[in-house]
């Protein structure tokens, strides 16, 4: 770790305010705008809150889930990776690199548990028609 963060490697990845909010060019194309864009990644920063204070999980790592899951839609589309799999990887990643012990089976347990079929169902049915 650098001594100076303006002088280390995590300040030359941080992004313009202006490269985080675009839409992908897929996701373009199946009509999400900007508006959706932005409450997508709320709701989902919502789930992995939600999922993470259930496992019981340090806020250090709920926040290091929403910058990883915040970075990954820099690059990709959401119709390319779902999101509601890569939250629950994202927290699960999280916690691995903020040295907090959490056991996959436990996450798999409470995602099953919070989310029912019919929500995910009309999800899937909006973003993949």
């Known amino acids: 770790m650098a001594a100076n963060f303006w002088t280390s490697s995590h300040q030359r990845q941080l992004l313009d305010p202006e490269k985080i ?16 864009f932005k409450l997508i990644k709320i709701h989902m920063t919502n789930h992995i809150w939600r999922v ?19 970075r990954v839609y820099t690059r990709k589309s959401f119709s390319e990776y779902d999101p509601r799999l890569v939250a629950p990887t994202c927290l699960y990643l999280a916690a691995k690199a903020e040295e907090s012990t959490v ?19 009309a999800y899937v049915l909006l973003m993949f028609p």
């Open 21 to 36: 909010d675009i839409v992908h060019p897929i996701d373009k194309e199946r009509g999400l705008t900007l508006d959706e």
């Open 52 to 70: 993470a204070q259930q496992v019981k999980v340090r806020q250090r790592v709920i926040a290091t889930a929403v910058t990883y899951f915040r």
């Open 103 to 121: 056991q996959a089976r436990l996450l798999v347990f409470y995602i099953k548990k919070m989310c029912n079929h019919h929500y995910y169902l």
